[in-house]
Every structure is written in C-alpha cells, then in structure tokens.
C-alpha cells in the first residue's frame, strides 16, 4: 500500500489507511524509531508496565523485606 507525505504546519506527515489501523491495534499514542533507513511505528510504551507484577513476585519470594 502506498501513502503519500504531506505537509502539517510546519511538519510533515502520513496519512494511514483506517484498515491498517485497524488491523494494527495502533491507537492513541504511538513511537515512532528509525532503524536502517526505515521508519518503524508501534505502541508507545507506558512507563513502569510490569512493575505491578514485578512487585507482587517480590512480595511471593520474600524479596520484598528490607534488612536492619
């Protein structure tokens, strides 16, 4: 499929095909890496994800006791 870049204020953008966003599961925010040459999008990741459950193995293990 192809898209053309077009201009935003002083920025450029794409415009996505609803069907490939759909398809994607993308939405809201999103990061944007360049790797060879290629632009790459996928889903921003969010800040401590994973802490919770990371947290709760600690407390299982016992690794959560702090030590006088």
Known sequence: MKTRIIRIGNSRGIRIPKRLLDL???EGEV???LKNGT???GPAKQPRAGWAAAFEEMARRG???LLD
Do not use: A, K
């Open 24 to 26: 994607s599961g993308l």
């Open 31 to 33: 990061e944007i890496v």
């Open 39 to 41: 632009l790459i999008l």
């Open 63 to 65: 690794d959560d006791v």
